[in-house]
C-alpha cells in the first residue's frame, strides 16, 4: 500500500516538473513562427509545437516530431517546411460564425505510404477535464487511455475506427485537430503513457506515390462544449454529399403509416394498442416472421398517442369518423387502464407474457433497456402525457374526464426537492433505485414540456414553479455535468450520451423558450446543440463492402450515433446506423433551433438528420429480405451489447427482430407543415431544398430561388417564405424550377 502512495505521488511530481518545462514566459527558441494573438505554432528544431498564452505564461498544448528537417522558410502568413520524406505548409484560417481561428497543416508526402500522422498532447494537470475522440471513446475528469476495445473483427469495435474529430481540455483550454478528406479511410488511435496522450492518423491502405492531405489544429481558450464549434467549423469545410432520399416526406409518412393496420391488438377493444416487434431469424426461433399477440405496446407508449395525434389530423382533415374513434379508442386504452397504485398515472409500457419470456429475455429487468413493468419511467410517462395534453388543448370532447386535473397532483409529488425527477418509481409514487445506474436523476429534463402542456390546460401555478424548478437544476447540470447531464436513457448506464437525452433536454429548452421567452432557455438550447453537433460530425465510418451503404457510396456527413456506450453501438452496424426513430424527432426540433436563432447550421444539419432516418427505409433498401412485406417501412431492431458478443451485424446485415415503433418519424411530416418542402427567408436571404429538392441558384437583386427536382419521378412540394405557405410546387422528373420571391 506504502509503495503505491509513493509512485502515485511520485507521478505528481513527475508531472509538476514536466509542467514547468511546457509552461513558459517567454516562447522557446525556434527557427519559425506563426502568431495571432494568443495562438502560436513554432518550428524548434524538428518538434512543431502549438502554444496558448494564458495567464501569464506560453501553454505548449500540442507537438508533432517531423523528422529530419531539411529547409525552413516563413512570410509572416505561412511556414514552408522541407523534410526527408515531402514537405508541409502551415497557415490560418478562420470561421468568423463560430470565432474560430484555426491553422491548417497542409502535408505533402513524397511517397505516402500509410501517411502516418502524429501528435502528442499536453493537459493542464494528469488527468483531462474531458477528452472526445469521435464518438468512439469519451471521458471526463478521467485519465485518457487507449480505446478499450480490440476485437479484431470489427474495426467499427476496434482500436482501427476511422474517427476524424481529436478534441481534449483542461484548465478551460481546449487542443482538437481532425482531417479534412473523408474519401480516404483512415485509422485513428491513441496512445497514452501515464499523463501524456498521442493521438495518430494512419491510412487503412497505404499509398505508394505522392500524396497531399489536409489536418487542422484548434486550440484556444474553451470549455469541453467547445468541441461542439469545431464539429461546426468542420461541417462548413466538409464537402461530403448528403444523402438523397429515395421517396419524399409525404410518400414516406403514408406508406409506414400504411403498416398500422398490420399491428393492431386488442387490450379492451381491437384495436387500442399496437404491437411494437415483428420477430423474423431471431436467434433461429421465428423463420417465418411472428408478431406476438399479448404485447401491449412497447416500452414508450407515447408512440401509440403520437398515432392518435395523427389519426386526430386526419379526422380533422377528412372529415372521415373512423380517425376520431382511433384517437379515442387509443386515449381511453392508455390513460384509463392499467393505473399505477392508487393513483391516476398510468403505467408508460406494460409487457405480456410472450415479451417477458422469449429468449433472451429482452425485457427482463437489468437487461439493457429500462423495462421496468412495475415502475413509473421518466422518459415514457412525461412523454406520454404531453401527446395526450397536445389533444386535450385541442379537444376535451376526446376525453372520459378532465385529464390533466386527474394527474396534476400526482404528477406534483414526483419531483424531488432539488427540481429533479427521479427516472424510476415505484407504485406508490416513492423513488424507485436501478442497480447499476451511475445516475438515478436521467430524464429530469423530459418532464419540462409536460409540465408546461399542464400548466397551459389548468393554469395551476404549482406547474409553472415545477417546470421553471426543473430548468433551473437541467442548467445546473449542464454546467456540472457537461455532456453526461444528458444522460443514457435506452440503456443501464445513464451517465453516457443517448440521442434520446440529447433531443428531450433540447425539446424541453425549446419548449421553455417559447413559453417563457426567456433568452437564457434558446441560449441553453444552442449550448445543448454543441455537444449535439460533436455527435453528428467527427467520425467518418467506412462502408462494408458489399453492403447497401457502399452500394449507394452513403457518407456518414451529418448521421447522429444513436447511443454511445463505450463504442458507436449503432454506427457500426450499418444496419441500423440510422435506425434510432427519435433521430427524426431530432430533425424537427433542429429546424425549430433554427426558427428560433436564424442560423444556417441548423437547418442545414436538420436536414442531414432527417433525410438519414429514410436512407434504409424502403423498397429498395429491403431488397433480397424475405420478410419485405411485413416490415416495409420499419426499423431494424438489434441488441448491441448481446450481438457484440455473439458476432452478429458483422457484416451489415440484421439477424434478430424489426421493430415497428416507427411513429416519430410522424415529425417528417410536422417538418412539411411548418416550414415547407422548400424554405426561404428573404430578410435573412437563405434558402434551403428540404423534401428531396436542391438549391441551385439564388438571385436576390432578382426575387429568383432556383430548385431542381432530386427525384426521377415527379414530385409536388410545398414551397414556405418567411415562415409562411406560399404555394405548392410540381415538379417533373429533375427538373429544375424557378421561385420568385
Not at 72 to 81: A, L, N, R, Y
Not at 224 to 232: F, P, Q, Y
Amino acid at each position: 500500500m506504502y509503495e503505491e502512495i509513493f509512485i502515485r505521488q511520485q507521478k505528481i511530481t513527475d508531472y509538476t516538473n514536466r509542467a514547468r518545462y511546457y509552461k513558459l514566459p517567454q516562447l522557446p527558441e525556434h527557427e519559425a513562427e506563426l502568431i495571432r494573438g494568443d495562438k502560436a505554432v513554432v518550428l524548434c528544431g524538428n518538434l512543431l509545437r502549438a502554444y496558448i498564452f494564458e495567464r501569464g505564461l506560453w501553454r505548449k498544448k500540442a507537438e508533432s516530431d517531423l523528422g529530419e528537417v531539411k529547409n525552413v522558410s516563413c512570410d509572416g502568413e505561412s511556414i514552408f517546411i522541407e523534410t526527408a520524406w515531402g514537405s508541409e505548409r502551415i497557415s490560418t484560417g478562420e470561421d468568423k460564425e463560430e470565432n474560430e481561428l484555426y491553422f491548417i497543416r497542409d502535408v505533402h508526402y513524397n511517397c505516402a505510404g500509410n501517411a502516418l500522422y502524429r501528435s502528442a498532447y499536453f493537459n493542464e494537470g494528469p488527468i483531462a477535464d474531458f477528452t472526445y475522440v469521435s464518438l468512439k471513446w469519451i471521458s471526463r475528469k478521467m485519465n485518457q487511455g487507449a480505446y478499450p476495445f480490440d476485437k479484431s473483427w470489427s474495426d467499427y469495435l476496434s482500436t482501427a475506427a476511422n474517427n476524424r474529430l481529436f478534441f481534449t481540455c483542461s484548465g478551460h483550454l481546449y487542443f482538437g485537430e481532425a482531417y479534412l478528406e473523408t474519401e480516404l479511410d483512415r485509422i485513428s488511435e491513441t496512445e497514452r503513457d501515464d499523463t501524456e496522450l498521442a493521438h495518430t492518423f494512419r491510412l487503412r491502405k497505404p499509398v505508394d506515390g505522392p500524396l497531399d492531405l489536409r489536418y487542422f489544429w484548434f486550440f484556444g481558450k474553451g470549455g469541453e462544449e467547445h468541441v461542439g464549434h469545431l464539429s461546426n467549423v468542420m461541417w462548413r469545410m466538409d464537402k461530403s454529399p448528403v444523402h438523397i432520399p429515395q421517396t419524399d416526406m409525404a410518400d414516406f409518412v403514408e406508406k409506414f403509416v400504411s403498416i398500422w393496420k398490420r399491428s393492431e391488438l386488442k387490450g379492451v377493444e381491437e384495436g387500442d394498442h399496437y404491437a411494437a416487434h415483428y420477430f423474423s431469424e431471431f436467434f433461429g426461433q421465428f423463420k417465418d416472421g411472428y408478431r406476438p399477440p399479448d404485447q401491449f405496446g412497447c416500452s414508450w407508449l407515447e408512440y401509440d398517442l403520437l398515432k392518435a395525434n395523427e389519426f386526430y389530423r386526419r379526422w380533422k382533415e377528412t372529415g372521415d369518423e373512423e380517425f376520431r374513434r382511433k384517437t379515442v379508442k387509443l386515449l381511453n386504452f392508455y390513460l384509463y387502464n392499467h393505473y399505477v397504485g392508487d393513483s391516476k398515472l398510468t403505467y408508460p409500457f406494460h409487457t405480456g407474457d410472450f415479451m417477458r419470456d422469449i429468449m433472451p429475455f429482452c425485457e427482463k429487468t437489468g437487461w439493457g433497456a429500462p423495462f421496468e413493468a412495475g415502475a413509473l419511467d421518466s422518459l415514457a410517462l412525461p412523454e406520454m402525457i404531453y401527446d395526450a395534453m397536445m389533444l386535450y388543448l385541442e379537444d376535451k370532447t376526446l376525453f372520459q374526464t378532465d385529464y390533466p386535473f386527474d394527474i396534476i397532483d400526482d404528477v406534483l409529488k414526483l419531483q424531488q426537492k432539488d427540481g429533479h425527477f427521479r427516472r424510476l418509481y415505484n407504485a406508490d409514487l416513492t423513488p424507485k433505485e436501478k442497480a447499476g445506474w451511475v445516475s438515478q436523476y436521467s430524464e429530469t429534463q423530459t418532464w419540462i414540456p409536460a409540465l408546461i402542456k399542464l400548466y397551459k390546460a389548468t393554469k395551476d401555478e404549482r406547474l409553472r414553479t415545477a417546470y421553471l424548478k426543473t430548468a433551473e437544476r437541467c442548467m445546473l447540470d449542464i454546467e456540472e455535468l457537461g455532456l453526461f447531464s444528458m444522460g443514457g436513457c435506452e440503456t443501464d448506464y445513464p451517465d453516457f450520451w443517448d440521442v434520446d437525452g440529447y433531443r428531450t433536454m433540447l425539446w424541453a429548452f425549446l419548449d421553455l423558450y417559447d413559453q417563457e421567452k426567456d433568452p437564457v432557455y434558446l441560449e441553453t438550447a444552442e449550448k445543448i446543440q454543441l455537444f449535439g453537433s460533436a455527435m453528428q460530425m467527427g467520425y467518418n465510418i467506412p462502408n462494408v463492402p458489399g453492403s447497401f451503404y457502399d452500394k449507394i457510396n452513403w457518407r456518414s456527413r451529418g448521421m447522429i450515433s444513436t447511443s454511445y456506450y463505450t463504442w458507436p453501438d449503432y454506427s457500426r452496424t450499418q444496419c441500423t446506423a440510422t435506425g434510432n426513430q427519435s433521430v427524426a424527432w431530432i430533425g424537427y426540433l433542429l429546424l425549430r433551433l433554427y426558427r428560433a436563432t436564424g442560423k444556417a447550421i441548423y437547418m442545414e444539419r436538420g436536414i442531414a438528420t432527417f433525410r438519414q432516418v429514410m436512407l434504409h427505409r424502403d423498397e429498395k433498401s429491403l431488397e433480397g429480405n424475405p420478410h419485405k412485406e411485413q416490415i416495409l417501412y420499419s426499423i431494424y431492431e438489434n441488441n448491441p451489447q448481446m450481438d457484440d458478443e455473439s458476432g452478429l451485424y458483422k457484416h451489415s446485415y440484421p439477424e434478430n427482430s424489426y421493430s415497428l415503433f416507427i411513429d416519430l418519424y410522424l415529425y417528417l411530416g410536422n417538418i412539411l407543415r411548418e416550414f415547407g418542402g422548400i424554405c426561404i427567408d428573404t430578410r435573412k436571404k437563405q434558402a434551403f431544398g428540404l423534401d428531396c429538392v436542391k438549391i441551385t441558384g439564388t438571385d436576390w437583386e432578382k426575387g429568383e430561388i432556383t430548385v431542381v427536382n432530386e427525384l426521377d419521378r415527379p414530385h409536388n412540394t410545398s414551397c414556405f417564405i418567411n415562415g409562411q405557405k406560399s404555394c405548392d410546387v410540381a415538379f417533373a422528373a429533375g427538373e429544375s424550377r424557378t421561385i420568385r420571391v
